[in-house]
């Protein structure tokens, strides 16, 4: 909801002193939708993390 406000306010009064950035705490598949949408898209080394579904099927193997 917040950032759709944000993009509105970036319709009307231009990106020169504003960004919208998202943090994803891990890699997700459709990346590219993000891209689109946000300003820009930041995944930390330090949340570079394995997905959770992911990390409890390797544990469970």
């Known amino acids: 909801m917040v950032a759709?406000?944000?993009k509105?306010?970036?319709r009307d009064?231009?990106?020169y002193n504003n960004s919208l950035i998202v943090v994803l705490?891990?890699?997700v598949a459709d990346y590219e939708s993000y891209e689109k949408?946000?300003?820009e898209v930041l995944i930390p080394r330090?949340?570079?993390i394995t997905h959770f579904k992911?990390?409890?099927k390797k544990r469970n193997e």
């Open 46 to 48: 330090e949340l570079n």
């Open 13 to 15: 009064q231009g990106t």
């Open 54 to 56: 992911a990390a409890i």
């Open 37 to 39: 949408y946000y300003d």
């Open 8 to 10: 509105s306010i970036q």
């Open 25 to 27: 705490p891990y890699p």
């Open 4 to 6: 759709s406000v944000i």
